[in-house]
C-alpha cells in the first residue's frame, strides 16, 4: 500500500491539438503509450461520494490498480490531494486493499458497491527531469477517450497532465505557459471522476451555481483564500465551457457572479495579500472582463425589462422595433464576450493568475501583513464578517433619502458581506464546529443570509432601473427613432416603481440589521 500525495496541473486542449503537443520541442522524445480503463465505484446510497472520496480500478494492460482518491478542495488547475493505491487481482473492488485508508471504516462490511461510470483513454507518457526552478521533475500525460455512463451518454477527454515528482510546483505553471503560448490550453477544472458524476447526474454542458468552499478551521488565512479564490475560478472555468459551446444567458450570469465573488474574495483579503502585482491583477481582470458586463445587461432588459414593458402597453409599435435592434446589439455583444474567452490574452491572464494564487509574492515572508495571513481562518472571518456588517449598517442608513450613488455603495457592501458569509460558512457550520453548536450556526446562517439576499434582492431591481436609463440613454445616439422612443416609455415606466422599490429595501436593511450574525 502507498501512501504519496499527487500534485499536477491540469489543462484542457483541443483533442485536434494533442499531436501538436506531442511534437512540441520542449516534449518531442520518447512516450510510453498505455490503454487505461478505469471503473468508479459507489454504494448506492452514495456513501463515499458524501465523504468526499473515489474509488476505481484501472486497467493497465494486465494489471489492475485500485485506487481511493480525496476529491480535493473544488478548486481549478492545480490538483494537491492524497491518494492511496494497491494492485489488485481483478476488474472488481477488494475489501482486504480498503485497509490504511479512510474508507475502511467508511465501506466496512459494504457489500452492495456498485460501478457507477467507465472511463477510456489512450495516455501517453514523457518524462522531463532538470526542468524549471531547482531542476524539478514533471511527469507529462497526454490523455485523450472518453467517460461513458451504464446508459451509453458519453462525454470526450481531452487533456494535459503535468505531475510533479520532484522540485517546486512553480515549474509546473512555467512549462504551462510556454506550451500555451503555441497551443490553446485552458485549465482544467474536472477530474475524470467528476466528469462521470456531472454525466450521469445529467449536469455537464449547463450553467452552474456557485458551490459551497470547503474551509475547516485548521486553516490559516493565506489557505482560506487561497480555498475561496479557486472555487470562484472553478465556477467561472465551468460556465466559460458552456458559453464556448454555445450563447448561454444563464452560464453568462453565473460567469460574471463568479467574477464578482472573486472581485470581492480580493476585497474580504485584501489586508493579507496585497503584494506589487495585486493592483495589476485587479486591473487586467476589470479591463478584459469588462464585455461581459454589456451582453448580460442586454440579456437583462431583453429578458426582464422589455416583456414587462410589453405587458403595460401591448399595442405600442415601438417596442417591436425596439427589442429588434437590442438583438442585434445583443448578438454583437455576445461575439465580444466569446472572443475575450477565445484569446490567448484571456488564457494566460489566467494560468497567471492561479499561479499567482498558489505561490505568489504575497505568500513570502516579506508580507508586512504576515502574522494576519498565517493566523486561524475563522479568527480572521469573524473580523472581517464584523467589519462588512457595520459598513452595510452605516451605509444603509436612511437608504430611502440616499442618492443612487450612494444606494449603489450599499448594494456593493451588501453584496461584499454577502458572499463574505457564503465563503466562510464552513467555518462556522461544518462539521469540525460541533454537531449542536454547527446546527444552531447553520439555522443562524440560513436566516442571515436570506436577510441578506431580500436586500440584494430589492437594491438589484433599483439597479435595473438605472441599467435601463443608461440603456435608452445609449440608444439616443443612433437607434431607429421608435425604438428610442419606446425606450423612453420603459424608462419611465420603470422609474415609477423605484418608490415602491426603495421603501421595500429600507425595510429590508432595517430587518437584516435586526438578524442576529451567525458567527457571534
Known sequence: MSEPRETELKLDVEASDLARLREHPLLAGDWTESELTSVYYDTPDGRLREAGYTLRVRQDGDRHIQTVKARGSGGVGL????????????????????????????????????????STVTRSVRRLADTGPAGSRIEVALDRGRVWAPDDRVSPISE??????????????????????????????????????????????????????????????????????????????????????????????????????????????????????????????????????????????????????????PDEPGLLILERHLETERAAAHEAVRAVLESREWRDFLLDLVAWIEAGPWLGPDNPHAARRDGPA??????????????????????????????????????????????????????????DAGKKAGKRHRVFVEALADLQDHLGDLNDIATAHTLAAELAKGAPEGAVFAAGLATADTEARSGHLLAEAAKAHEALIDVRPFWR
Not at 481483478?90 to 480498503?98: D, I, Q, T, V, Y
Not at 503584494?275 to 431583453?302: C, T
Not at 449603489?408 to 466562510?424: D, M, N, P, S, T
Request: net charge positive; with cysteine.
Open 160 to 313: 494535459i497532465e503535468f505531475e510533479l515528482t520532484g522540485g517546486a510546483p512553480s515549474a509546473l505553471f512555467d512549462l504551462a505557459r510556454t506550451l500555451g503560448a503555441d497551443v490553446p490550453l485552458r485549465l482544467g477544472v474536472l477530474s475524470k471522476s467528476e466528469r462521470g458524476e456531472a454525466l450521469i447526474r445529467d449536469r455537464l454542458g449547463r450553467a452552474v451555481k456557485a458551490e459551497p468552499v470547503a474551509l475547516h478551521p485548521e486553516m490559516n488565512a493565506a489557505q482560506a483564500f487561497q480555498a475561496v479564490a479557486l472555487a470562484c475560478l472553478r465556477q467561472m472555468r465551468l460556465n466559460e465551457t458552456v458559453l464556448l459551446a454555445r450563447r448561454d444567458v444563464e452560464a453568462l450570469h453565473q460567469l460574471r457572479v463568479s467574477l464578482r465573488r472573486l472581485r470581492s474574495a480580493f476585497s474580504l483579503f485584501g489586508g493579507v495579500i496585497e503584494d506589487r502585482r495585486m493592483p495589476a491583477i485587479k486591473a487586467e481582470l476589470k479591463r478584459l472582463s469588462e464585455p461581459f458586463g454589456h451582453a448580460r445587461n442586454l440579456d437583462v432588459y431583453l429578458g426582464k425589462t422589455l416583456p414587462l414593458e410589453r405587458e403595460r402597453r
Open 79 to 118: 490538483f494537491d490531494r492524497p491518494e492511496w493505491e494497491s494492485d489488485v487481482a481483478g476488474p472488481a473492488p477488494e475489501p482486504a486493499a480498503f485497509a490504511g485508508t479512510p474508507v475502511a471504516k467508511l465501506l466496512d462490511g459494504a457489500t452492495d458497491l456498485s460501478p457507477l461510470y467507465t
Open 378 to 435: 475563522r479568527a480572521f472571518a469573524t473580523q472581517e464578517l464584523e467589519r462588512r456588517r457595520r459598513q452595510v449598517k452605516k451605509r444603509g442608513r436612511h437608504l430611502a433619502a440616499l442618492d443612487p450613488e450612494a444606494r449603489h455603495q450599499v448594494r456593493i457592501a451588501a453584496k461584499k458581506l454577502r458572499y463574505g458569509a457564503e465563503f466562510f460558512a464552513a467555518l462556522y457550520t461544518g462539521k469540525d464546529a460541533g454537531k
